[in-house]
């Protein structure tokens, strides 16, 4: 089983529409969590931590279930600008920081 | 504010060629440093991290090494380059203390013919 798996993609929508990105993690003692997005031939640049709580950023939605070892991210309203590929990352311990496959995201006229 | 530079964008180098990427950091003291290589079409491979001087982690058996000269320097290296070498690299730095989100350079392009 990989240590970070997220949905397969590419995820095609039309702009305005709200989209759900799914992430797991298999280390249960896994300690942060971040989404970054990364655009083609770009660096991933972080969009948001992922807090216990939840957390909201504008359009964009993070939330954190440690029992299902499962992190997603919520982005309403969907923008030309927000296509790329977003990354889901976990932190285990120390600098081991785990990276997603990735899902891209098409948001279409 | 803490700013990561990383150069040079692209390079095109021949099999057999020695290799040096060079990255630096500023705003920011005794940062942890890693190199990613992302083959095309793929996810981020973690080649080596390092938490202070001279102080250096590999996570892959490879053709690579690196150096860390300075707190805010951080170089890649190689002596021989495969083709297998190709790829996108990347320096990113995380604060020290409880994790952090790293921050990421803007690579450098790397085609070995």
């Known amino acids: 089983r990989k240590e970070v798996e997220q949905d397969p993609g590419p995820f095609n929508v039309p702009e305005g529409a709200t989209v759900a990105f799914n992430c797991t993690y298999s280390n249960s003692a896994s300690q942060s969590f971040f989404w970054y997005r990364q655009d083609c031939r770009k660096e991933p640049k972080l969009l948001m931590s992922v807090y216990s709580s939840g957390n909201e950023d504008g359009r964009f939605t993070a939330q954190l279930n440690r029992a299902s070892q499962y992190i997603s991210l919520l982005i309403r309203d969907s923008k030309l600008s927000d296509s790329a590929t977003y990354l889901c990352?976990?932190?285990?311990?120390?600098?081991?920081?785990?990276f997603g496959p990735g899902t891209r995201l098409s948001v279409l006229p | 504010s803490q700013t990561i530079h990383q150069w040079p964008a692209t390079l095109v180098q021949p099999v057999g060629s020695p290799l040096s990427l060079e990255c630096t950091v500023e705003?920011?003291?005794?940062?942890?440093l890693y190199w990613y290589r992302q083959a095309a079409g793929r996810g981020l491979q973690l080649l080596f991290y390092s938490v202070g001087i001279g102080q250096i982690s590999s996570e892959v058996p490879q053709n690579l090494s690196a150096s860390r000269p300075q707190d805010r320097q951080f170089i890649l290296s190689s002596k021989k380059l495969l083709l297998s070498d190709s790829g996108f690299y990347l320096c990113?730095?995380?604060?020290?203390?409880?994790?952090?989100?790293?921050?990421f350079g803007d690579g450098t392009r790397l085609s070995i013919l």
């Open positions: 990113a730095w995380s604060g020290d203390g409880p994790p952090q989100p790293q921050h």
């Open positions: 705003g920011t003291s005794n940062p942890n």
């Open positions: 990352v976990v932190n285990d311990y120390g600098q081991n920081f785990v």
